[in-house]
Structure formats: structure tokens, C-alpha cells
């Protein structure tokens, strides 16, 4: 039986699944922060352990291979340091993507179309033919528009406003205040400054309790997130030269599947820019694309090549 080790390492967990070829979970793994542009070090030990323990467990000697889609894993040279690093300790051939490719592999099963993902952070991923390209994915210092920690910074940005102004805070900045037990605005700066992102963007929840009460500050920030994500993927779809037709359009990350301000925000603004869009089923863990990563990768040089290019 021929298994494959399927790892989804974003701004906040790592999972790592074992499959065999009918996309079966046999085995699963979860360790912590798995983007090496946030935290290299710890990004690295949360990989391995998943790894490790896929490897250790009673299915691990059937693994064939390892395909592993990493959020920030293209930014500088993030890529070569980690297939480096894990070519130090596993013999099992390793295929290194950015998630969002993993996550096209999972949800579009090879087929040509564009996958958003928001969550801690944001990213879109297209495929069409022999082109593909990312639109996002800049990271929380260049952008990440649309992510769960963009919109925290965006409502911690209007307690700084409202503070420089001398006016009152919204009642949204107020409940903030409450909840990060702030005593006075400038207290804002020792959560931003002393928090990881992950920390941050989990505000974004608080956030989204206030837009269910009808919060109408909340609820404007996710609609702005939602404009911003159809933004990004309308750009991927014109940059890969997709025809006004049946595009296949699908979501991942918290952010987007769960909060309905946003996902239905999202789809009404990427209805209006690009009439050709069809929603593509969401349900699949992105570490099942390592099924199908492998099967295309197979035969060719890919698994290499596609580790240090």
C-alpha cells in the first residue's frame, strides 16, 4: 500500500495527515506556528515533529513520500533553508509548496482554477494550464489584506486614531479595550508590540462576537476584508489569463469558511468583478492534496526541483 504524508503548516498549527490513495485519513499529527517567515526556529521544530510522529506510528514504514505546503515558505530563502534542514533528518522524499498550492491540489483535484485562503494570514493560488501564480501572501509586515490579523490591526489602528483625535472611542474600540484589559489607549502598544501574530489575529474572534450583536463597526471591518479577498482573486484570475467561463473558484482558512460577513461579502464582490466564477467545494483538509501533488509529481524531477527552485 502506497501511503503519502500530507503536512498543512500555517500562521498558527501544523497538521500532518497520512493518506493512502483514496485520500483515507489513517493517521494524524498537530503541532504549533508552522511559517518559517514568522518564526524559523520554531516553525522547523513544529515540522518535524508532525513528521516524526506520522513516521513513528504504526503506518509510517508504507510512506512513500512527503508533500508539505507551507505558508511563507517562498519568501527569501525560506525554501532551501528548510529542505536543508529536513534532508538532514529524513531519508523520505520531500516535496516542498507554498499551502496554498497544497491547498489547489486538495480542493480542485488537478483541475485548472484559483483557491483564496484566509486566516491568520492571506493568499491566493491559480492554476490555469501550464501558468500558476500567487496573488497575497506578502506577509503581515507588506500585507496580508483580508486576513484575521489584518483585520485586528486595522480595529487596534482605531483605538490610536480615536486616541490622537481626542474623540470618543467606538463601541467596538471600547469592548477591545475590555477584553485586552487596557487601562488607557498607549497600553495598546505593549499587546501590539509584545504579542506574536497568531495572538493578534486572534482578536479577530472578539471581532466577530461584536458583529454577531449587530456591531456595525465590526461587521465593516469583515465586509472590507471581503472586498479586499475578491480583489486579490480577481487579479490572479486576469494575471493568469482566465476566459469570461466556468472558472472554478474555491475557499480555505477559518476566516473565509466560517465567517459568514466575509465569505458573503467575498462571493457577492467576485460575482460583480468576474461573472464566470463556479464555487468549487471547500470540505477537504488542504494535506490531502499530497495525494495528488505526488501523483503529478511522480515520474519526474518534480520533487527535487520543486524544493530548491
Known amino acids: 500500500m502506497e501511503l503519502v504524508i500530507g503536512v498543512d503548516a500555517g500562521g498558527t498549527k501544523t497538521t500532518a ?11 494524524e499529527a498537530k503541532s504549533g506556528i508552522g511559517n518559517p517567515a514568522v518564526d524559523f526556529p520554531q516553525a522547523l521544530q513544529n515540522i518535524k515533529k508532525v513528521l516524526i510522529d506520522c513516521l513513528q506510528s504504526r503506518f509510517g514504514a508504507e510512506c ?3 508533500a508539505a505546503g507551507i505558508a511563507g515558505i517562498e519568501a527569501g530563502n525560506y525554501k532551501d533553508l528548510m529542505y536543508t534542514e529536513l534532508r538532514k533528518e529524513f531519508s523520505i522524499p520531500i516535496l516542498l509548496m507554498n499551502d496554498a498550492e497544497l491547498a489547489h491540489f486538495s480542493l480542485l ?4 482554477g484559483v483557491v483564496t485562503i484566509a486566516g491568520t494570514g492571506s493568499v491566493s493560488f491559480g492554476r490555469n494550464g501550464k501558468k500558476e501564480g500567487y496573488t497575497g ?9 483580508g486576513s484575521s490579523y489584518h483585520i485586528a490591526m486595522e480595529a487596534c489602528r482605531q483605538i490610536a486614531i480615536c486616541a490622537d483625535k481626542g474623540i470618543p472611542f467606538t463601541d467596538l474600540s471600547e469592548s477591545i479595550m475590555r477584553v485586552l ?3 488607557e489607549a498607549n497600553d495598546l502598544k505593549g499587546f501590539v508590540y509584545q504579542s506574536t501574530k497568531d495572538q493578534i489575529a486572534a482578536l479577530s474572534t472578539h471581532i466577530y462576537e461584536m458583529a454577531l450583536k449587530g456591531n456595525e463597526h465590526a461587521n465593516s471591518l469583515f465586509q472590507q476584508a471581503g472586498i479586499q479577498l475578491a480583489q486579490q482573486t480577481y487579479f490572479l484570475l486576469k ?8 472558472v472554478l473558484v474555491s475557499i480555505k482558512g477559518s476566516l473565509l469558511e466560517k465567517n459568514e460577513f466575509v465569505q458573503g461579502e ?3 464582490q467576485l460575482e460583480m468583478l468576474y461573472e464566470g466564477s463556479k464555487w468549487a467545494p471547500s470540505e477537504s483538509s488542504p494535506a490531502a492534496g499530497a495525494i495528488y501533488a505526488w501523483q503529478m509529481a511522480k515520474g519526474t524531477d518534480r520533487w527535487k526541483r520543486s524544493s530548491l527552485d
Not at 495527515?17 to 489513517?26: P, S, T, V
Open 266 to 268: 467575498f462571493k457577492k
Open 17 to 27: 495527515l497520512i493518506l493512502n490513495q483514496d485520500e483515507d485519513i489513517l493517521f
Open 181 to 183: 484589559q487596557l487601562k
Open 109 to 112: 483535484k488537478g483541475s485548472d
Open 64 to 66: 512513500k513520500a512527503v
Open 137 to 145: 501572501g506578502w506577509g503581515h509586515l507588506l500585507g496580508d489584506e
Open 239 to 246: 494575471k493568469l489569463d482566465f476566459q469570461r467561463e466556468k
